[in-house]
């Protein structure tokens, strides 16, 4: 598969990196007092039999190309954005399919995480900015695994499974 474009790291995306670790944990400690209900969209990215997953910087497990929904945004929507923001894939919303939403009751939050799937039949160019995510590739399952966070575990049994959620929400 072809390798996703990385840019080198200036000074300034160090620094930026830097940034998002020490707001990031700050989020975390907050979240640890309040336990909001949180809600996102993941996309899994399919080629080839291989998982696209990403290395954020603040973080030390592998994930997807994932965020949180904006006011007023769908989850399509913000799977789309996300999509494009963090590995410079742009596709239609109709392209993603949508395989259902897990609910992570974890230490800090509750994660309602929607997940969408995108089959490719060709390697997409994939770019990631390196200040948030500073790594991206398509692995198979077995060699990916261990590093994956939790949330992308649990969708890679439900689907292993054959499990899917509630139809996608509007």
């Known amino acids: 598969m072809s390798e996703p474009t990385i840019p080198p790291a200036s000074a300034v995306d160090h620094v930026w990196r830097a940034g998002m670790r020490v707001a990031y944990q700050l989020q975390l400690l907050w979240w640890r007092f309040r336990k909001p209900r949180i809600e996102g969209s993941y996309v899994a990215v399919w080629c080839a039999g291989e998982l696209l997953v990403i290395q954020n910087s603040y973080r030390p497990s592998l994930s997807l190309p ?6 007023g945004e769908s989850p399509r929507e913000a799977a789309v954005r996300e999509l494009g923001e963090e590995v410079g894939i742009h596709v239609a919303a109709e392209a993603l399919d949508y395989h259902g939403k897990i609910l ?3 230490a800090y939050a509750q994660d309602h995480a929607h997940f969408f799937e995108l089959a490719c039949s060709e390697p997409p160019g994939v770019r990631v900015d390196g200040r948030e995510v500073v790594w991206a590739r398509f692995l198979p399952i077995p060699e990916a695994r261990e590093r994956l966070s939790r949330i992308v575990l649990r969708y890679l049994e439900e689907r292993e ?4 959620e509630s139809p996608e929400p509007d």
């Open 66 to 71: 994932a965020g949180g929904l904006k006011r």
């Open 104 to 106: 992570d009751a974890g």
């Open 161 to 164: 499974a054959g499990r899917a």
